[in-house]
C-alpha cells in the first residue's frame, strides 16, 4: 500500500475568495458560493470586530429576499477554524443600521442532513452588547465584536465547536451558507447569502484545510473529473472523529480534521479504475473488534472481460498508513469461464471473521480449467477442489486461516467427443515446450494479464525461490515479477506492485543480495517518493530516497524492511549510510548538502515513521543503528 502522501501548507491566514468546489456538491445555482474554510492558529486573529487580518472575503451575492443592492445591503464574509472554534468575519455595507434586527447567519451543515444556524447580532454600542445564538438561546462560550462605521458595519465571532453536538465526532463534509438580514424599518425586508436558501440540500460544501489540499493537489494533479465513486464517512484512524474515505477514479483517498494533523491526506495508486467497475464494493466496518472501522474493498485486477477480484481489509490502527490485514481471491473471470467464491461473515465476539467458499462455476469444470494459481494472496477455491471452506479470523494483528474444511475432489467430466459405436481416431500430443518456451509464455502471460509493454526497467537471473534453481526477477514500470522452472512449477508467476511510488521512473535501482543469511537472495529496490513540503520547511517537494527489501516466501513477495535512506528538498540533501554485514543490515549518518544542522527543517525521527525506519541525520547525535535477522525480521 502507498505510503505517498500529500501535504497541505497550513495557510494560517484567513478564507480566500470563492472557490473551487470540491468532490460531489448538492445541486446549487451558479450564483451560489463554494465556501472555503482555513486552518488557523487562533492567536492570530484579533476578535476587535475589524476583519482586517482576512485576506479576502466572498462576496454574498445570491438575493434571497428582496434586492439587496448598494447602499441598502451588500456584504462579504469568510470562515475560519481551529481545533476548538470556528471563527466568521462580515464586512457589511447598510445604509440603515437597526441593532437587533440587523445580523448575520451562519447555517452549519452536518453529513446526514442536520444543520444548525447561529444568528449573530452586532450590539449597539455603548447601550447592548452583541451576541450570538442558536435556536434563540445565546451560546456559551462565544464572542462577537461588532465595529460600526459609515455606511454600514462589520462584525467578527468565535463560536466553539462544542455548541454543534454532531461537531465531537465529525468535522469533515460539511456544508456551509453565510446570510447577511438587514431592516430598513421593523422588520428583516433584505436577505443576501452565498446560497439560495438557508435549507441543507441549498448549501454547497464547506472546504475544510484538508478537503482544499486534495482539491488543490491530487484532484488538480491527475484531472480528476465528476464525484467519487465512493464517498463515505468514518472514523477508520481511531481518533474518536470520523473521516473521509474516497475512491475517486484509481485512487483511495483518507482526509479527515484530526487525521494527519487536519492538513494532510493519503492516497494510494490502486492501479484499477474504480469508474470502469474495478472496485465494485467499498465500505467501513469494524471487523477487528478495536472500535474503529476497517476499510473492506473488492478489487479486480485486470480488464473487464478477464479479471481477478479479490477482497481486501486495510486497517490504520494508531499509523497515518494503512496495513493490508486480510486479503483473498474471491473471483476468476475470462472469455471461457468464471468462478465467484461466496463470503459470508458471522460475529467472533467483538470481531468478525470471514468464511470463503468455493461458491459457482460457469463454464468451467475440473476438466478445462487451466488458468494460474495466485501466488501473492490466498488464491480462489475451485468449486471441484478439496476444500469446501476457509474461516478466518483476527489474531491481533491480521487475520489468519483458523480453520478449514475439506471435501472429496470432483473429477473432470468423461469424454463425449466419440459418437457411439465408432472409433476415434487418435491424436498424436503435441510436443512439450522445453524450459525456455515454458518461461517465456509464462512472461508473456504476465504481459498480458497487466497489459505491460515493452522491455523491464531492471531484469536478473538470481536464485530468490525455495527451489535450487534461478529465478528471474524483473521490474515492469512498479511490478516486481518473479518467476522460473521451478517457480510455481514452472507454469506461473508472482508479482508486488510497488505502490509507495507515484511512478515506475521513481524506482532507481532493483538488485538481489543474501542479506538473511539463509542462503536465498533477497531483493533490494530504492526509490524516491515525492511530496509536498509544508510550509515550516519553506514549501518546495520533499524528495524522499527509500530502501525497500523483499524476500520470496514460497509463492509471494513478502516486505522483511523498509528504512528512508536520504532526504532533499530542491539542491538541499541529506543522505544516509547503509552497511549490509553477516545478517544484518547497518544505517549510519552519512553526509549533507546546502542544509546545515540550523537550517535543516526536520527533526530526527527516534522510530518508524510510516512504516519505514528512519533516515539517520548526521549531526543529530544519533549513532548508527544495525538491524539483526531474527528469523522473521530484522530487529535492533
Same mark, same amino acid.
Given at each position: 500500500?502507498?505510503?505517498l /502522501?500529500?501535504?497541505?501548507s ?5 478564507p ?6 470540491? +468532490? ?7 450564483a ?5 474554510a482555513d ?10 470586530? &475589524? ?6 472575503l ?10 439587496p ?7 462579504k464574509?469568510?470562515?475560519?477554524y ?5 471563527f466568521?468575519?462580515?464586512?457589511v ?28 447580532? %452586532?450590539?449597539?454600542p455603548?447601550?447592548?452588547?452583541a ?6 438561546? !445565546?451560546i ?14 462589520s ?7 462544542s455548541?454543534f453536538?454532531?461537531a465531537?465526532?465529525?468535522? &469533515?463534509?460539511l456544508?456551509?451558507? $453565510? ?6 424599518g ?8 452565498s ?7 441549498? +448549501?454547497?460544501?464547506l ?6 489540499a ?6 488538480k ?6 464525484a467519487?465513486k465512493?464517498?463515505l ?6 481518533d ?5 474515505? $474516497?475512491?475517486y477514479?484509481?485512487?483511495?483517498i ?28 467499498? !465500505?467501513?466496518? *469494524? ?6 472501522q476497517?476499510i ?7 480488464t473487464?472481460?478477464k479479471?481477478?477480484e479479490a477482497?481486501? &481489509? ?7 498508513? %494503512? ?12 472469455p ?9 461473515t ?8 470471514f468464511?470463503?467458499?468455493p461458491?459457482t462455476a ?5 476438466g478445462?480449467y487451466?488458468?494460474l494459481?495466485e501466488?501473492?494472496?490466498?488464491p ?7 476444500i469446501?471452506?476457509?474461516?478466518y479470523?483476527?489474531?491481533?494483528s ?8 475439506k471435501? !472429496?475432489?470432483?473429477p ?6 466419440a ?7 487418435p491424436? /498424436? ?9 515454458l518461461?517465456?509464455?509464462v ?11 515493452g522491455k523491464a526497467?531492471f *531484469? ?9 534453481q534461478?529465478?528471474r526477477?524483473? +521490474? ?6 518473479v518467476?522460473?522452472k521451478g ?15 507515484s511512478s ?13 543469511? *539463509?542462503g536465498?537472495? !533477497? ?9 509536498n ?15 525497500l ?5 514460497? *509463492?509471494? +513477495? ?12 530542491s539542491?538541499n540533501?541529506?543522505?544516509g ?11 549510519g ?5 546546502g ?7 526536520f ?14 541525520i ?6 548508527s543503528?544495525k538491524?539483526?535477522?531474527?528469523? /522473521?525480521a530484522?530487529?535492533?
Open positions: 500500500m502507498s505510503a /502522501t500529500k501535504f497541505c497550513l495557510r494560517r491566514a484567513f480566500v475568495a470563492a472557490g473551487l468546489a470540491l +468532490l460531489a456538491l448538492p445541486s446549487t445555482s451558479l451560489q458560493t463554494a465556501l472555503r486552518l488557523i492558529e487562533a492567536k492570530t486573529i484579533k476578535l476587535d470586530g &475589524v476583519p482586517k487580518e482576512w485576506t479576502a466572498s462576496s454574498l451575492g445570491v438575493a434571497v429576499k428582496g434586492k443592492q448598494k447602499p441598502d445591503l451588500e456584504a464574509a469568510g470562515i475560519a481551529d481545533n476548538t472554534s470556528l466568521i468575519a462580515a464586512d455595507t447598510d445604509d440603515t443600521y437597526k441593532p437587533g434586527l440587523d445580523h448575520v447567519t451562519l447555517v452549519l451543515g452536518f453529513p446526514g442532513g442536520t444543520s444548525y444556524e447561529v444568528d449573530l447580532y %452586532p450590539g449597539d455603548g447601550k447592548t452588547a451576541t450570538a445564538k442558536l435556536g434563540g438561546k !445565546e456559551t462560550g462565544a464572542k462577537v465584536i461588532e465595529a460600526t462605521k459609515a455606511g454600514g458595519y462584525i467578527e465571532a468565535s463560536i466553539p465547536w455548541a453536538a454532531m465531537s465526532s465529525v468535522r &469533515v463534509g456544508r456551509a451558507g $453565510l446570510f447577511v438580514h438587514d431592516a430598513d421593523a422588520a428583516i425586508d433584505m436577505v443576501a447569502g446560497a439560495a436558501s438557508t435549507a441543507y440540500t441549498s +448549501l454547497p460544501q472546504s475544510t484545510e484538508t478537503e482544499q486534495l482539491a488543490d493537489g491530487l484532484i494533479e491527475k484531472g480528476l473529473k465528476g467519487p465512493y464517498n464517512l468514518g472514523d477508520v484512524a481511531g474518536s472523529m470520523k473521516e473521509r474515505v $474516497l475512491v477514479e484509481r485512487y483511495l483518507v482526509l479527515g480534521s484530526n487525521f494527519r494533523k487536519g492538513s494532510e491526506y493519503y492516497f494510494s495508486d490502486m492501479g484499477i479504475d474504480a469508474n470502469s467497475g474495478m472496485v465494485p464494493s467499498c !465500505e467501513l466496518k *469494524d471487523v477487528t473488534g478495536d472500535g474503529q476497517e473492506v474493498i473488492r478489487k479486480r485486477f485486470g473487464a472481460a479479471y481477478r477482497l481486501q &481489509v486495510l486497517w490504520f490502527g494508531k499509523a497515518d498508513v %494503512p496495513n493490508s490485514i486480510l486479503m483473498h481471491e474471491v473471483g476468476i473471470v475470462t471461457d469461464g468464471s468462478i465467484e467464491n461466496t463470503v459470508t458471522s460475529a467472533d465476539g467483538s470481531k468478525t471473521a468464511k470463503f467458499e461458491g460457469k463454464s468451467f469444470h475440473a478445462n487451466k488458468e494459481t501466488g501473492g494472496y490466498d480462489a477455491l475451485l468449486p471441484w477442489g478439496t469446501k471452506s476457509q474461516t479470523k483476527y489474531d491481533g491480521k487475520f489468519t486461516k483458523s480453520f478449514e474444511e471435501q !472429496e475432489a470432483t473432470a467430466p468423461a469424454s463425449t467427443n459418437s457411439a459405436g465408432t472409433t476415434a481416431t491424436v /498424436t500430443a503435441p510436443p512439450k515446450p522445453s524450459a525456455a518456451e518461461l517465456d509464455q512472461y508473456a502471460l504476465y504481459k498480458k494479464d497487466r497489459t505491460a509493454s526497467k *531484469d536478473m537471473a538470481i536464485d530468490v525461490g525455495a527451489d535450487k534461478t529465478e526477477v524483473l +521490474l515492469h514500470d512498479k511490478d516486481i515479477v518467476f522460473g517457480f510455481k512449477g514452472g507454469t506461473g508467476y508472482s508479482y508486488l506492485t510497488l505502490q509507495q511510488f515506475g521512473n521513481d524506482i532507481t535501482d532493483v538488485t538481489a543480495r543474501d542479506v538473511t543469511g *539463509d536465498k537472495a !533477497e531483493i533490494i529496490v530504492r526509490g524516491v517518493i515525492h511530496s513540503a509544508p510550509k515550516e520547511a519553506g514549501g518546495g517537494t520533499v524528495d524522499r530516497e527509500v530502501m527489501i523483499f524476500q520470496v516466501q514460497g *509463492d509471494a +513477495l513478502k516486505r522483511i524492511f523498509a528504512a528512508e535512506v536520504g532526504r532533499g528538498i539542491s540533501k541529506v543522505a549510510v547503509v552497511a549490509f554485514t553477516s545478517n544484518s543490515i547497518e544505517l549518518p552519512g553526509k549533507f548538502t542544509w546545515t544542522e540550523k537550517t535543516y527543517p527533526n530526527q525521527d527516534i522510530s518508524a515513521v510510516g512504516g519505514y525506519e528512519p533516515l539517520i548526521p549531526w543529530s547525535g544519533a549513532k543503528v538491524y539483526k535477522w531474527n528469523g /522473521t530484522f530487529a535492533k
